[in-house]
């Protein structure tokens, strides 16, 4: 953390990365931002190692099994397969896709799904 201080004494906290960049290392700071910004989106974009089709009413293994078959990585079952332990589509590698696990199980009449590391 960093403090900067106001024209009216006031001191505010930021953290190093939202200082004004400055410098010959500002690219530097630039670039390792971006990249810290990419790498968790992108890995936020995934869901997790686990997913099941499950609302209020219930955990719908069927669907799941079905929505598991779905996932373009389901045709290596070192990545992605069906069932884990509580009935989950699971991948080792962290490569189900949530957005489209969820779409998939409303698709198909259920309130949504649920997705964990």
Not at 11 to 24: E, R
Not at 46 to 74: F, I, M, V, W
């Amino acid at each position: 953390m960093a403090t900067v201080e106001s024209s009216l004494n006031l001191s505010i906290h930021l953290p190093i990365y939202l200082l004004p960049l400055s410098g010959k290392n500002s690219t530097m700071r630039l670039t390792i931002a971006t990249l810290l910004f990419t790498s968790v989106f992108a890995v936020s974009v995934l869901a997790g190692h686990n997913c099941k089709c499950q609302d209020d009413r219930g955990q719908y293994n069927e669907l799941t099994s079905k929505c598991c078959g779905k996932d373009p990585s389901a045709g290596n079952p070192a990545v992605i397969y069906y069932p884990g332990p509580n009935h989950q589509c699971t991948s080792p590698y962290n490569v189900i896709d949530s957005g489209a696990f969820v779409q998939c199980c409303q698709n198909e009449g259920v309130g949504g799904a649920y997705c964990w590391d």
